[in-house]
């Protein structure tokens, strides 16, 4: 039989992880099945043991469950401990690693199928949950000039810049102090896009050759990118490319086989 892996969330239905995994399967020549399964909001662990006693070999993790995963794991990876969520289990018998790899997937789309190198560059990050909390290590490991984040609670902010303090200077921010800064990338994490709302920016954020990237995907022009084109950033993306490569890099904790992501975020760009 070939290896069983999954991904749990509430809902599901929309996860386009099947048909990403099965892409890298096929690709890289590896035997395994991969499917979606709906978790109850209060049967997460009770679902995962009967899917590990059934023999399985690791798991991806969506929303809301998270931080359930970063509870059932026994073994947990530095970005994970940061981040104190887990997306991606790995099991072992008794061992259950918990790994993080949104914010290695953030940075990969953005450095290698964007081109935009984040050394040197002033960022800000929108949000201070789970979103941000995910993506802080890896961003800061890439040796950015500044990194600002920026929430409507300023003590929110303030607590995330703390935590991750020894890894690299960080500030916190409210939106209304933004005001006459400017910032070669903006990071939207909030869940402002799922409601089709907008964080409070001040105009002109935007330098020559400024990112305005949006961990959402599948909704077109976002307002925050049409906010962003508004104010003349020159360049947009979502976050689909993130979506493929933190499932790439999920695929290689499992495998040890690093899969070629740009085939197939062109196929889910045409579906």
Known sequence: MPDQYAVFGNPIAHSKSPLIHAAFARQTGEDLRYEARLAPLDGFAAMVDLFRASGACGANVTVPFKLDAYRYANELTERAKLAQAVNTLKFDGERILGDNTDGAGLVRDIECNLG???????????????????????????????????????????????????????????????????????????????????????????????????????????????????????????GLGMLVEQAAEAFYVWRGVRPETRPVIEQLRKT
């Open 116 to 238: 935009f190198t984040l050394a040197g560059k002033d960022v800000l990050l929108m949000g201070a949950g789970g979103a941000a909390r995910g993506v802080l290590l890896p961003l800061l490991g890439c040796k950015p000039q500044s990194l600002t984040i920026a929430n409507r609670t300023p003590q929110k902010a303030q607590d995330l810049a703390q935590h991750f303090a020894a890894h690299g200077v960080l500030r916190a921010r409210d939106y209304a102090s933004l005001a006459g800064d400017r910032y070669d990338l903006v990071i939207n994490a909030t869940s402002s896009s799922l409601n089709d709302a907008l964080p409070p920016l001040p105009p002109r954020l935007f330098p020559p050759g400024a990112l305005a990237y949006d961990m959402m995907y599948g909704k077109g022009l976002t307002p925050f990118l049409a906010f962003a084109e508004a104010n003349q950033a020159q360049i947009l993306a979502d």
